[in-house]
Structure formats: structure tokens, C-alpha cells
């Protein structure tokens, strides 16, 4: 059983920052994804950024060059780096991992980034 536990939301101004956290244990293979997506309210669920276990990152255009993810193979951990938020950015943020080897596609259970004044 693949656990993934998110931290690090929270409400921020905009312009602000904040770094989240994806902690993952339980069996699954090291060759994976591991990344992030969001659900902002009314709307569907969207890919935020994605990086591979060889480092190969993928991002989505609204958020190139002010999110950066990272990931701690070791600690199985992956991060979300956000920068220069925009209120359009307010969504519940979701840690995935895709476990290449098995097609195990595993979901955590969200944080909520809220960007206002």
C-alpha cells in the first residue's frame, strides 16, 4: 500500500511563496514519476509539474518559471517550490506518483494553497 502524504499549504499573499512537501512510503518501484497536480474550485484537475526518476521535469506553461519541483529519491520525497503566486494559482494541490514498472498511479489526499490579499 503506496501512502502519500502532502504539507505545506497554507494561505499566502500574492507575489508570495510557499514550498510543498510530498512524502511517500509503502512498496513501489524507483523507477516512477513523482509530481503534482491541482483542482481549483468549478474546475478539473490539472498537471502542475512532473519530474522522473532520472530527473526529467515537465511543467505546466502557466507555471514555467516561477514553480520549480525537486525530488529526494532516497527519501522518496518530492517538493513543489512556488514563487510569485497569483490568485489563479488557489487550488487544492495533489502529490501523484506513477510507479513505471507495475502502472500503480497513486494520489495523496491534497493541500490547499489559497493566494489573497
Known amino acids: 500500500q503506496v501512502q502519500l502524504v502532502e504539507s505545506g499549504g497554507g494561505l499566502v499573499q500574492p507575489g508570495g511563496s510557499l514550498r510543498l512537501s510530498c512524502a511517500a512510503s509503502g512498496s513501489f518501484f524507483r523507477v516512477n514519476t513523482m509530481g503534482w497536480y491541482r483542482q481549483a474550485p468549478g474546475k478539473q484537475r490539472e498537471l502542475v509539474a512532473v519530474?522522473?526518476?532520472?530527473?526529467?521535469?515537465n511543467y505546466a506553461d502557466s507555471v514555467k518559471g516561477r514553480f520549480t519541483i525537486a525530488r529526494d529519491n532516497n527519501k522518496r520525497t518530492v517538493y513543489l517550490v512556488m514563487t510569485n503566486l497569483k490568485p489563479e494559482d488557489t487550488a487544492v494541490y495533489y502529490c501523484?506518483?506513477?510507479?513505471?514498472?507495475?502502472?500503480?498511479?497513486?494520489w495523496g489526499k491534497g493541500t490547499l494553497v489559497t493566494v489573497s490579499a
Open positions: 519530474m522522473t526518476s532520472g530527473g526529467s521535469a
Open positions: 501523484n506518483v506513477v510507479d513505471q514498472v507495475t502502472r500503480g498511479d497513486y
